[in-house]
């Protein structure tokens, strides 16, 4: 299963921390904090994608592409 996350520049640059809901309604903490991210970066979850066809016990890697979102202007904050 892949999924694409958007963030902030700040995030990218500082770390974050997400928590998203699987289709199925199980939680998958994505932990970036202290990290930095580039935009594009391709993340691998193992065992956090979809069920295995047929051996339901067994499931998929979780691929997570994340976008840096650039601002169009640059602040204070």
Do not use: C, N, W
Not at 50 to 59: C, G, H, K, L, N
């Amino acid at each position: 299963m892949k999924i694409r996350i958007t963030i902030s520049l700040k995030d990218a640059l500082l770390g974050f921390q997400k928590t998203i809901t699987h289709l199925d309604g199980h939680e998958v903490e994505i932990d970036r904090r202290d990290k930095v991210t580039k935009p594009g970066l391709l993340e691998r979850f193992k065992g956090e994608g979809m069920p295995v066809f047929e051996q339901y016990s067994d499931a998929g890697d979780l691929l997570v592409t994340y976008i840096v979102k650039m601002p169009e202007k640059l602040s204070d904050e």
